[in-house]
């Protein structure tokens, strides 16, 4: 059961005092620590409300104590932690390979001259390997690392489809975002000259 009372006899200094209670009855201890949410320091002759509670040697005490009118402010809302959608994964194993049968099967169908298909087929092993090297070097300190511009010309010369592979398979350079602009400017340049050789007749011309 909450009473009302006034503050009387407080040392700021030791932070404690006493409430006399409205309605008569013995007065209680009072410290600071018992005000609950309190905007400022207790002043002698604050009115205030408490509850009581009865120490080890019999002597009452007040608790929960706030100043007249006061509220106590609602404890917040717990937020639940939002669901964080996972991140889309490019599928850098399937574009390689989805690539690389495109390429022979437009060879079997006589679309593309062999030597093109054969070309792209090569240089991704070699950048394959090199990705592979690069990663087994990464991990151990006195292995010489691959240059990046070195990577970045075997993808462009058509080795890019090998690159994705081993992208994906080593887990290596996929998170570089510098790396990453790179490699795909190496994949338009190679598409761009490719198109432009056999569109113009270069392709053929050379492999006849």
Known sequence: MRQAGRITNWNEDKGFGF????????????????FQAAMRRPLEGDLISYAT?????????????RFAGQRIPPAPAVRKPE??????????????????????????????????????????????IAYVLDKDAAGKRKRQRTPEATLHLLDA????????????????KTVKASFQAGFWISVVANLVL?????????????TH
């Open 19 to 34: 409430v006399t209670p409205h309605d008569g009855g013995s007065r209680a201890f009072v410290h600071i620590k018992a």
């Open 83 to 128: 669901r964080r959608r996972p991140p889309v994964r490019m599928p850098r194993l399937a574009i390689g390979l989805g690539f690389l049968l495109l390429a022979f099967a437009l060879m079997v169908l006589g679309k593309v001259p062999a030597a093109l298909s054969l070309g792209y087929l090569l240089m991704s092993a070699v950048s394959y």
């Open 53 to 65: 509670s009865v120490d080890a040697k019999g002597r009452a005490n007040a608790t929960d104590v």
């Open 157 to 172: 010369l058509g080795g890019w489809p090998g690159a994705l592979i081993a992208q994906r398979q080593m887990r290596h």
């Open 194 to 206: 490719v198109a432009w050789l056999l569109r113009s007749g270069v392709a053929a011309a050379i």
